[in-house]
């Protein structure tokens, strides 16, 4: 039997949960999970569904038929109770007549591979459902038609040009759906934490007089202008004895290293300064303590306490990562690595493989069948 069900709402107790039942043999898996004569094409249907052990739950069944349904297959959604074990009954009744369990991205990846939708479109759903900020999921939300309209446009007229603007976009596009991760680092009690804890308007990282308190990494998203980041709170760095502290300095410089845009903290009451070993910019963090700085210092002041100097910080990285660029061409921008490496690709493509390339752009690379 070729049909899938797919619990398209989120796992959890919830008033109403959805499944769809989609394939070629859909209706023929509800007719012979729940009796036939369920499925009225014209119209939805409220009923009891049964199973032979007996009724399973009062639901809506709705039908759409091939040419109205996202995947090209007949669909029928079942609306249930909510309850995960009045789901859990659903779904295994369906599973026991032939058909086969599929997450939640099948119905995407079905939709592209019979030509429904593009991959573009796939990936802007994907991305605007896991968007971190309301900004982020809006403009994601908006490729769904604005990239694959330009693509098309593109790929017809063989515009290079509009194909160079286009692929100029990718860092404002790749800010909003893949957040960067800025590292915080710095000796032990330099304000990591606190600066943490005042981006995020909350103690979402734990905060303590004594050195060593952070011994592994934290991840606290944040957003900024609506652009979403992701700040990283790692362990003090200086020389110890201690294995597990040492483990944990050794981690921090490594994240330090990778990073975009690291943030070196320092305190300026610390009489050994700005780490010499430490990329980023140099913060110098606890401003309202009115600790003397260095003559004529580099980097940003900055307090935690009072908000001095946070915003300044915070426009210094937008500027950094052009996160604060907003570029389109014609409302349309790269967000994923894999649109940017196919528009590449294609950019350098001979006439001859023009198509080609074009095509694996929009689709994707030929996926096999399920």
């Known amino acids: 039997m070729t049909a899938y069900v797919v619990e398209t709402t989120a796992a959890g107790t919830a008033a109403i949960a959805v499944l769809e039942v989609v394939g070629p043999d859909a209706l023929d898996a509800i007719s012979r999970a729940f009796g036939p004569g369920l499925v009225l094409p014209d119209r939805p249907l409220h009923t009891m569904i049964s199973d032979g052990r007996g009724e399973l739950d009062d639901v809506v069944l709705a039908f759409r038929p091939p040419e109205e349904s996202m995947t090209g297959w007949p669909h029928v959604e079942i609306q249930c109770h909510g309850s995960p074990a009045i789901v859990k009954k659903v779904r295994r009744a369906l599973v026991a007549v032939g058909v ?3 997450p939640r991205t099948f119905l995407l990846r079905t939709a592209v591979r019979n030509r429904r939708m593009t991959r573009l479109e796939e990936e802007a759903w994907l991305a605007a459902m896991s968007a ?3 900004r982020a999921a809006n403009e994601l939300w908006e490729q769904r038609k604005a ?5 098309g446009r593109i790929g017809d007229a063989r515009d290079r040009e509009c194909l160079r603007r286009l692929i100029a976009t990718r860092l404002y596009g790749t800010c909003l759906s ?11 009690n330099a304000g990591k934490s606190s600066l943490i804890n005042a981006y995020a308007g909350m103690e979402r990282v734990l905060v303590d007089a004594r050195p060593g308190t952070t011994r592994d990494l934290v991840r606290v998203p944040v957003s900024w202008d609506g652009i979403p980041f992701i700040l990283i709170d790692t362990p003090g760095v200086r020389e110890s004895t201690d294995p597990v502290e040492g483990a944990g300095s050794r981690l921090a410089r490594r994240v330090a290293e990778r990073g975009i845009v690291p943030l070196h903290l320092v305190d300026p009451g ?3 300064g700005p780490s010499k070993d430490l990329p980023g910019f140099l913060i110098w963090t606890k401003s309202d303590q009115a600790q003397a700085l260095p003559d004529e210092p580099e980097g940003i002041s900055v307090s935690s306490v009072t908000g001095a100097g946070l915003d300044r910080l915070r ?12 570029r389109s061409e014609n409302g349309a921008f790269l967000f994923t690595l894999r649109q940017v490496r196919r528009a590449e690709e294609l950019l350098d493509a001979p006439d001859s493989e023009w198509q080609e390339r074009w095509e694996r752009w929009l689709w994707g690379p030929p996926r096999k069948p399920e």
């Open 315 to 326: 426009h210094a990285v937008m500027v950094t990562l052009k996160a604060n660029e907003r």
């Open 132 to 134: 971190l900020t309301e």
């Open 100 to 102: 086969k369990p599929a």
């Open 147 to 151: 990239l694959p309209a330009l693509a």
């Open 178 to 188: 893949r957040p960067h991760e800025i590292p915080v680092v710095g000796r032990p």
């Open 270 to 272: 610390d009489p050994l």
